[in-house]
């Protein structure tokens, strides 16, 4: 019968630590209301291609910076393989995959300039994004 009882007393406990924090952002609350809010976010081309080229920049930089991070994690894991061919080969695996991220994220680097390739000589190709 302790035990049941000691088990309800644990989540009590964390609930009586919660409201004072709870309670203490409630002033808070209309400053989440009284912010702006965005009106006619796109009204033109030039905003469809400003979102589409923010987009690809925030996924060029998130893949190399994913890439770079699992090289040196599958590094890592070839440093500390020792020879066992099942780390070796999930080494591997891992340096492919860093490969395929930094790929992928050099092809969407490229797409703006692919696109306006479609437009001929008009398209300001140094200028995509």
Excluded: H
């Excluded at 019968?1 to 309670?23: C, E, H, Q, W, Y």
């Amino acid at each position: 019968m302790d035990n049941i009882l000691k088990n309800t007393r644990r989540p009590l406990s964390l609930f009586k630590g919660l409201v004072p924090l709870a309670m203490s952002l409630v002033p808070l609350a209309p400053l989440a209301f009284a912010q702006n809010q965005p009106t006619g976010v796109v009204t033109s081309s030039e905003d469809v291609t400003k979102l589409f080229c923010g987009a690809l920049a925030w996924m060029f930089w998130g893949l190399i910076v994913l890439g770079v991070a699992m090289v040196l994690v599958g590094g890592y894991m070839y440093a500390t393989a020792a020879g066992d061919a099942e780390r070796v080969n999930k080494a591997t695996k891992t340096l492919t995959y860093a490969a395929i991220a930094m790929a992928v994220g050099i092809i969407a680097q490229g797409i703006p300039y692919l696109i306006a390739s479609f437009f001929g000589p008009a398209a300001s190709l140094g200028n995509v994004c």
